[in-house]
């Protein structure tokens, strides 16, 4: 007597740190201000339209920050299935990755406003809506010196540095109004959860979330998903908190 068995497709499958979830994708090119082309790849929801728009910006190129770093390519992996949500990605001047290499030379976080800008002008060309910047290490210095359009609708900052933003530029956005996010891994190489709040208290708006056991580069899945959560709940709430198998 034989028993049909339920086909594999019924079974939900765990979500792992390979796992790649349906999206439309395609490669993109920016164009900046002072004329060079950047290197990305917009991921959108399959079959409808997306609820808000994650422009994501790396960690530092010449430590091997790119728009493949594994954070910003799960986000991209999964967030468009998982949260409704265009996510895009872009190597910033000088920066190679698989996509392949934007021109220019890296320009110690000053002349990458012009790459900020030209993201931000693509989602907007592109009725992209409701963007908010995700920056990690490296890439929050970029949200909080130049991520202040009035098209961004906030920033969630991943294991900020305050290294080349500094004050002026956190009173900057304290005036700007904008919701700012920061996650700060209890093990951060350069900024831990306590001077973290003391520092984003000039900013009113700041809200700061410590990470336990978390460190700079968020090594491991729960690390992961911590992130991710903590990004969908400030962007698309309704999708909060994400499922860990699909």
Known sequence: MSHSQPHAESQPRDIRASTVLPAKRDDIELHTADGLTLVGELALPEGKPPVATLVCLHPLPTHGGMMDSHVLRKASYRLP????????????RGTTSERGTSQGSFGEGETERYDVAAALEYAEFHDLPHPWLVGWSFGTELALKWGRDPLVEGAILLSPPLRRAGEADLDAWAEFGRPLVALVPEFDDYLQPEEATRRFARVPQAEVV?????????????YVRIVL??????????????????
């Open 210 to 222: 410590g990470v336990d056991g978390a460190k700079h580069l968020w090594v491991g899945e729960p």
């Open 81 to 92: 299935a998982l949260a409704d949500l265009a996510v895009l990605r872009f190597n910033t």
């Open 229 to 246: 959560n903590e990004i969908v709940r400030r962007v698309n709430p309704a999708a909060a908190p994400l499922p860990m198998a699909v």
